[in-house]
């Protein structure tokens, strides 16, 4: 079965456009102040949101248009600073090289295909320039590292270029770190800041969601080198190590913390309705009637059982939720083929229905299917269609048996589940209680980054010229990877920023326009 999700965008005049503006028109007679706040020095720290990485890869324009890189601008207006620095990359492609071998991905950019439907997809226009081994000469008064979790900005040897190949250090930070042992945090702190910004956290939660759950809630484990890619810190240490970070940074300096937002609220995570099987599909549609036979004796085995709620049944008059695998189900796999063989179903075939959805359901509204999905749904899974050949099948009942998410249910890491959702939600607000309270005992501003994008995701935030959403592609919110900000979305929490300064140390600070930010940038120079 082809791949027949389409990614649905509202190419509106003013939504994309090919390079954003990087300065607003500021009216003659404004008169700005930096009250109790000293911009002279400003030093951001964080990861992928603070250094610009935005569309899948880190790239010139993206970072110019980083939310520290806006705020720069407008405490300039205010005060005479010492310039705000960036390690920026060599050119718009994205990737990086690391001694002549490309070791991360190129942007994505919005391409129409020959039936015109836009969706994303890797710019080939030009080959990616930027040499991990170069090192720029710093210091560099952005310090966010795409990729960092809270711990990283305290770990020696997090930027050394030698540990990039074995996966023990950064490729972004080892550009420009002072040393190979040196911390993100030794090389802010080196620059004696003035004021700083800090939004890290993100991934501590994130990199367990975006993976499907693929990870662990890591509760009461205090040793970061036990941690896996994809677990979650524990709370109780995340807020020590957020303690004694802005402890640190605040002795001499003001700052503004951000909290972090809820997954729930990201494009990634919304894109993919969890109804996304159409009847209206020519693909899909004609097979309603023979896949719901199909499934009739493993409903009437669910219900004997007493699980009725994993019944698979396929609408013909409405778009029905695709099957996946939820793993906090009990694994019914055994009694599921002792029933099937008790009904009167062949033993080989019993046996091949137990094992495959002892564990499966149709997905609900509480379920969230990530981005990565779109292109998985409806196809045939062809590693499935191996293992189930080497069970004995032939390769057509393989083939339709191995179709994801109408008869092979969808894998953990294309599937959020309820449950998991519910572990991403726990931690995340517990991550913000730490970070308000932290805020709050060392006189910080603090921006409710979580309840910004929220509201961007139900309502949206007017500007002089429209409303900007978290709509994937037409919202101008996010870039096309459905978690990184556009330039525009990066305006919105500059100026949140402003807004929880001007608020705490009395300035007057310029707000960014945010209409004159572009978003998306569409291209043909594609695979």
């Given at each position: 079965m082809k791949n027949y999700f389409k990614y649905i965008a509202i190419l509106a005049l003013g939504v994309v456009s090919c390079e954003p503006e990087l300065e607003n028109a500021i009216e003659d007679g404004e008169v700005y102040s930096n009250g109790e706040a000293d911009?002279?020095?400003?030093?951001?720290?964080?990861?992928?949101?603070?250094?610009?990485?935005?569309?899948?890869?880190?790239?010139?324009?993206?970072?110019?248009?980083?939310?520290?890189?806006?705020?720069?601008?407008?405490?300039?207006?205010?005060?005479?600073?010492?310039?705000?620095?960036?390690?920026?990359?060599?050119?718009?492609?994205?990737?990086?090289?690391?001694?002549?071998?490309?070791?991360?991905?190129?942007?994505?950019?919005?391409?129409?295909?020959?039936?015109?439907d836009p969706s994303p997809a890797r710019y080939t226009g030009a080959d990616p320039t930027t040499e991990v081994s170069t090192k720029l000469a710093g210091p560099f008064n952005n310090m966010g590292v795409p990729g960092a979790k809270s711990y990283h900005l305290v770990a020696p040897n997090y930027g050394s270029v030698s540990g990039v190949a074995t996966g023990m250090a950064n490729p972004y930070f080892a550009r420009f770190s002072s040393s190979e042992s040196a911390t993100v945090l030794e090389d802010a702190l080196a620059q004696q800041p003035t004021f700083f910004t800090l939004w890290i956290g993100n991934n501590d939660v994130l990199s367990y969601a975006t993976s499907?759950?693929?990870?662990?809630?890591?509760?009461?484990?205090?040793?970061?080198?036990?941690?896996?890619?994809?677990?979650?810190?524990?709370?109780?240490?995340?807020?020590?190590?957020?303690?004694?970070?802005?402890?640190?940074?605040?002795?001499?300096?003001?700052?503004?913390?951000?909290?972090?937002?809820?997954?729930?609220?990201?494009?990634?995570?919304?894109?993919?309705?969890?109804?996304?099987?159409?009847?209206?599909?020519?693909?899909?549609?004609?097979?309603?009637?023979?896949?719901?036979?199909?499934?009739?004796?493993?409903?009437?085995?669910?219900?004997?059982?007493?699980?009725?709620?994993?019944?698979?049944n396929f609408a013909t008059d409405a778009a029905s939720p695709v099957l996946i695998k939820d793993e906090s189900l009990a694994d019914i796999s055994d009694q599921l083929t002792e029933v099937l063989i008790g009904g009167g179903v062949d033993p080989a075939t019993a046996t091949l229905y137990g094992m495959q959805y002892g564990q499966s359901r149709q997905a609900t509204a509480e379920d969230l299917l990530v981005l990565t999905s779109a292109g998985v749904?409806?196809?045939?899974?062809?590693?499935?269609?191996?293992?189930?050949?080497?069970?004995?099948?032939?390769?057509?009942?393989?083939?339709q048996l191995s179709v994801n998410g109408v008869t092979y249910p969808m894998e953990d890491q294309y599937v959020l589940t309820e449950s998991e959702v519910s572990i991403v939600q726990s931690a995340t607000t517990a991550f913000n209680i730490a970070i308000s309270q932290i805020a709050q005992d060392n006189g910080l501003g603090l921006v409710d980054a979580n309840a910004v994008l929220n509201k961007l995701d139900s309502e949206g935030i007017a500007f002089d010229g429209g409303t900007i959403t978290s709509a994937f592609v037409s919202g101008g919110a996010f870039s096309l990877d459905g978690i990184h900000l556009t330039p525009r979305g990066n305006a919105?929490?500059?100026?949140?920023?402003?807004?929880?300064?001007?608020?705490?140390?009395?300035?007057n600070v310029p707000k960014a326009n945010v209409g004159a930010y572009g978003t998306v940038t569409l291209s043909q120079d594609v695979q």
């Open positions: 911009f002279s020095n400003y030093v951001a720290l964080g990861n992928s949101l603070t250094a610009g990485y935005a569309d899948g890869a880190l790239y010139i324009t993206g970072q110019e248009n980083s939310y520290p890189n806006i705020l720069a601008g407008k405490f300039a207006l205010t005060q005479d600073t010492d310039g705000f620095t960036q390690p920026l990359v060599n050119d718009n492609a994205g990737g990086l090289i690391l001694n002549g071998s490309q070791i991360t991905e190129n942007r994505f950019v919005l391409s129409v295909n020959a039936d015109g499907g759950g693929v990870g662990e809630y890591r509760l009461n484990e205090t040793d970061p080198t036990l941690y896996g890619e994809n677990d979650i810190t524990d709370p109780n240490f995340f807020a020590m190590l957020y303690g004694q970070m802005v402890g640190v940074l605040a002795q001499n300096a003001g700052g503004v913390l951000l909290n972090i937002p809820n997954v729930t609220s990201a494009p990634y995570f919304t894109a993919v309705p969890f109804a996304a099987l159409s009847p209206a599909n020519e693909d899909f549609g004609p097979q309603i009637p023979t896949l719901n036979a199909t499934f009739a004796p493993l409903n009437q085995a669910f219900a004997f059982l007493g699980v009725p709620e994993r019944s698979v749904i409806g196809t045939v899974n062809t590693q499935r269609v191996q293992e189930l050949m080497a069970l004995g099948l032939d390769q057509q009942t393989a083939g919105v929490i500059a100026n949140e920023i402003i807004s929880e300064i001007n608020a705490t140390y009395g300035s």
